[in-house]
């Protein structure tokens, strides 16, 4: 619900006729008192307000009596209306009611000579809201509850500006780091800067990368270098586990280990290594040495997985190599508005921001929200499908495959690593059957790039995408084809032909993109025809376009 556009006459015309039950939603909330004073008296309101700002915000209107006490179905008489209160002292009657008091906002809206009290609701991301009494409330559906205190928890998780790492732990610095860590830590850091000892201090280094604060080691600190056993008594029992299992079942790493951040980044990488077989190929008289898995991708989307796990938990993070897939899973849910269909291009969401912040400072994570795109680009220069993430069972997983490959892709990607991951995935798309329809590009890519469409223009006008591939214009719509230059280089047998109408359905699919509908006259002239007769009949042809009805319809994308 978009508050300030609400629709307040139709729901009241709608009232007249229909039960006010089938228009209660999880935004949507109706009551009715009888006078000014009985509404300044209700515990309930305050409740229906904190469940509201604490869920998706809302609207609570005052003056409609429950369906549930109708009689026969005189559905007009839920209309009752509601006197008239000093809006301002009312506001802060209701203000006075909760913790923190709110900016809620009040007005009255006229429907058949009456008046309803409508209290707009905020939702509260940034702290939860409560009632003075005690109760933080949820809405769930059309109904309002309190909150147990697992739900509780998960609210507080989910608030802007929450960071579980940032905390401050009180205990002894010295006592709870692990010297080996730090000491590596440490001559790593300043090694990388060309700092030397005398420019900065262990405890100094702990500050820089925020680790500690004023010499107060928060959780994040500990979790990076800490010891094991202090990780588990002041944060909780974190494991780790890598599994190298071949196709024959043949178990041949099963390591679980508690360690802190930086060991466990160490061993990790370690049996990473171990498994990671190096291979060779020759193409067309060139020598290539490659690794079967890429490093960076499991990098990113390893530490993608420490940085962002729910630590507010125990839990595993697991990495589990088949032979043809590694599959990556980590304990919590997809965080800030991210999920499955967006996370390649939502702005950057960290869970656990003072861990995140110190990892990008000690320079083991780079700048945010190039991870994902770096881990999908590790995958697409193999010729391999993009990773999947999904959300199972309370975990976030990440697969790659680690198998197959096509091989002319990984040559044209160590001739042209600048390459990005829409010129890859059109070149893995054209790969082997020689043209994929634009239309059906744009769907593999909607998960990819919010803009599809423009980024397949930006690929297709530069080099070196132009060279292996081209628009094809048919009546079916717009097509990318293999140019006839590479069509053995991709293995393709057969491919799309290029009429003399190619340009001609080009220009006007780009047209449409642009302006999503256009007159025959309009048509005419960007396609270049003489006569409106012969567009006319070039657009009946063309499958992909419709006309309405009526004689000044324009043309559309079907």
Not at 129 to 158: F, W
Request: hydrophobic fraction near 35%; charged fraction near 25%.
């Amino acid at each position: 619900m978009i508050i300030e556009d609400f629709d307040y006459e139709n729901l009241f015309k709608n009232l007249k006729i229909h039960p006010s039950e089938k228009f209660e939603s999880e935004t949507l909330e109706f009551k009715n008192f009888s006078d000014e004073k009985s509404l300044h008296n209700s515990k309930e309101l305050a409740e229906e307000i904190s469940a509201l700002a604490n869920t998706n915000g809302g609207i609570i209107i005052i003056g409609i009596i429950d369906s549930s006490n109708v009689i026969n179905n005189n559905w007009i008489s839920q209309l009752h209306g509601f006197c008239d209160v000093d809006l301002d002292t009312t506001k802060e009657r209701i203000k006075g009611k909760l913790k923190p008091n709110i900016d809620i906002k009040l007005n009255y809206k006229k429907f058949d000579d009456k008046k309803y009290l409508c209290i707009k609701v905020p939702y509260r991301n940034d702290i939860l809201v409560s009632t003075t009494s005690g109760k933080t409330c949820i809405r769930e559906g059309k109904s309002s509850r309190p909150a147990n205190p697992e739900e509780i928890e998960n609210l507080v998780k989910a608030l802007q500006f929450y960071d579980w790492s940032n905390t401050d732990i009180n205990i002894n610095t010295t006592e709870a780091l692990d010297s080996e860590a730090l000491h590596d830590a440490y001559h790593d850091y300043i090694g990388r800067r060309n700092i030397s000892e005398s420019e900065i201090s262990k405890s100094k280094f702990l500050e820089s990368i925020g680790a500690t604060k004023n010499g107060i080691l928060n959780k994040g600190g500990l979790l990076f270098l800490g010891k094991s056993d202090y990780i588990k008594k002041y944060l909780g029992n974190f494991e780790y586990r890598f599994t190298w299992k071949k196709k024959n079942g043949e178990l041949l790493i099963n390591d679980v280990w508690s360690e802190s951040l930086w060991k466990c980044i160490k061993i990790a990488k370690g049996h990473f290594f171990k498994s990671n077989n190096e291979m060779s190929l020759n193409f067309k008289g060139e020598e290539y040495t490659f690794h079967q898995l890429d490093e960076v991708a499991f990098h990113e989307a390893f530490l993608n997985a420490l940085v962002h796990r729910d630590y507010a938990h125990d839990g595993m993070v697991s990495i589990n190599f088949t032979g043809n897939q590694l599959k990556i899973t980590s304990p919590g849910n997809f965080y800030g508005g991210i999920n499955t269909e967006n996370i390649v291009y939502h702005e950057p969401r960290h869970r656990n921001k003072a861990l995140a912040h110190m990892l990008m400072l000690f320079q083991l994570v780079d700048r945010a929200g190039v991870g994902v795109t770096r881990i999908g680009l590790s995958s697409l220069k193999y010729g391999r499908s993009f990773p999947e993430f999904l959300e199972n069972n309370d975990n976030i997983e990440v697969k790659m495959e680690a198998e197959y490959m096509k091989t002319e892709i990984f040559v044209i990607t160590q001739k042209y690593p600048e390459l990005g991951i829409v010129d890859l995935f059109i070149l893995n798309s054209i790969y082997g059957i020689g043209h994929i329809h634009v239309a059906e590009l744009e769907k593999r890519l909607k998960n990819i790039t919010e803009k599809p469409w423009a980024d397949i223009e930006v690929a297709m006008s530069e080099i070196p995408l132009k060279y292996y591939v081209e628009y094809v214009g048919t009546n079916k719509g717009l097509y990318i084809s293999v140019t006839d230059s590479f069509k053995e280089f991709f293995l393709v047998k057969k491919s799309l032909k290029k009429t003399t109408a190619s340009d001609k359905h080009l220009k006007l699919y780009k047209f449409l993109k642009e302006f999503q509908s256009g007159s025959n006259e309009e048509i005419t002239s960007i396609i270049g025809h003489k006569h409106a007769s012969q567009t006319s009949v070039f657009l009946k042809n063309s499958e992909y376009v419709k006309k309405g009805k009526t004689a000044n319809s324009k043309w559309t994308f079907k």
